[in-house]
């Protein structure tokens, strides 16, 4: 079936400016994972959804991040008034919920540029 | 800082050869994971190893565990020219309310294998 899409897959954009990356998820996958990659560094952990429950939000930088995600499935985060520090790779994984614990499928990610 | 830290940061090595890569954490955790990325994009799940495992095979992956020195080690046997990647250890801790699995990457190992 079809893996975790993520769009775009590159935006540049001006600093000062908002932005919206999108996630789409492997569908029936409960959990939904963002994480941010700068460049040649490991992953930094944003946020995740599970369900219905309140999202885990302990990873945000900053109040200038946000996350949503609609019904269940897909999952926009939203940068406002970005800076340069914000350039990195954007990458979205998601799960299946249960036991053992479930292996995370990773999209491509956005690479956002902020000039 | 980093919850897993590789080493090292970069190793070449020529095809045929073996390749291993440790990682090391802080926290105590429910599992240990090892991601594969090409060219700074998505990453892909490889290998997961729990807390109470000591070895895991998969393939040409030997992965081990050692939770009284919180340190990992992944051997990839054989190696060919296809498995230049970065590679990444991700620890589990366990701790996200509703189920989830929130991990903590390294910075990871870069491996190049030279024909």
């Known amino acids: 079936g079809a893996g975790v899409s993520q769009s775009p897959s590159n935006k540049v954009t001006e600093k000062g400016k908002d932005v919206e990356l999108r996630c789409d998820p492997i569908?029936?996958?409960?959990?939904l994972y963002w994480y941010r990659q700068s460049l040649g560094q490991g992953l930094e952990f944003l946020i995740y959804f599970q369900g219905n429950s309140a999202p885990d939000k302990s990873g945000l930088p900053s109040d200038r991040f946000s996350a949503e995600r609609t019904g269940g499935s897909v999952s926009t985060l939203t940068i406002q008034r970005t800076q340069q520090e914000d350039s990195a790779v954007y990458l979205c994984?998601?799960?299946?919920?249960?036991?053992?614990?479930?292996?995370?499928?990773f999209g491509p990610g956005t690479r956002l540029t902020v000039l | 800082s980093q919850q897993g830290e590789e080493d090292p940061q970069a190793l070449s090595i020529q095809e045929g050869e073996n390749a291993t890569m440790n990682c090391s954490y802080k926290t105590s955790i429910n599992n240990l994971q090892w991601y594969r990325q090409n060219s700074g994009r998505g990453l892909v799940h490889l290998i997961l190893?729990?807390?109470?495992?000591r070895e895991k095979h998969s393939g040409r992956l030997r992965v081990t565990l050692d939770t009284s020195k919180k340190s990992s080690s992944l051997l990839i046997t054989a190696s060919r020219a296809a498995d230049t990647a970065s590679y990444f250890c991700?620890?589990?801790?366990?701790?996200?309310?509703?189920?989830?699995?929130?991990?903590?990457f390294g910075t990871g190992t870069q491996l190049k294998v030279e024909l």
């Open positions: 991700a620890t589990d801790a366990g701790k996200v309310t509703g189920g989830g699995n929130k991990l903590t």
């Open positions: 190893i729990r807390s109470n495992e």
């Open positions: 994984a998601s799960s299946r919920r249960g036991v053992p614990p479930a292996e995370q499928f």
């Open positions: 569908s029936g996958h409960t959990a």
